[in-house]
């Protein structure tokens, strides 16, 4: 079946560096989209991504979808101690009658003054 | 707006117990999902419905139960509790459009943390 891998599980940062995950598929999606959950809640849409190399920007957060639709990345730039949490990415698969969305194994953000 | 609603929020069960999670969401969805999450892990789809009448299965969906007897309600039974399946549950919406701009969003309801003992 389709795995979704994201790297690192987990990362610590200083207030004000910059953080970057990726989201890796072993297959071709048709769509990509990435979520937050902080700590104790629940997973909150951030952006789709439908393009092949297509890039997105919220603010201090850049989203990109790789040429072979198979890998994207979110870069955080100068983060702040409200970015904590867990972000996930979830490709989806066009298998005809419904998209079938698989999310990956998440990145843990720790940020700290 | 009321969006994804799921209750109980907290519940601890002794092994052996059936119990039903409750979810509706009010934005007219067709595609309904129950996922579980472990301490620390990703999301697990247990089970997911494309409209009323219409379940299916995830890939955990070994214990638990599900119908779809209205577009609104989507709930989740489990039969036999184990200890294995403390977890956190959510249950979640989205208009299941595919590839269209926003149009996977899944929205999530708050979740129900259970605990098996």
Partial sequence: ?113 | NAGVTQTPKFRILKIGQSMTLQCTQDMNHNYMYWYRQDPGMGLKLIYYSVGAGITDKGEVPNGYNVSRSTTEDFPLRLELAAPSQTSVYFCASSDGQGAREGGNTIYFGEGSWLTVV
């Fill in chain 1, 1 to 113: 079946g389709q795995q979704v891998m994201q790297i690192p599980q987990y990362q610590h940062v200083q207030e004000g560096e910059d953080f970057t995950t990726y989201c890796n598929s072993s297959t071709t999606l048709s769509n990509i989209q990435w979520y937050k959950q902080r700590p104790g809640g629940h997973p909150v849409f951030l952006i789709q991504l439908v393009k092949s190399g297509e890039v997105k920007k919220q603010k201090r957060l850049t989203f990109q979808f790789g040429e072979a639709k198979k890998n994207s990345s979110l870069h955080i730039t100068a983060t702040q101690t409200t970015d904590v949490g867990t972000y996930f990415c979830a490709g989806s698969i066009n298998t005809g009658t419904a998209s079938k969305l698989t999310f990956g194994t998440g990145t843990r953000l720790q940020v700290t003054l």
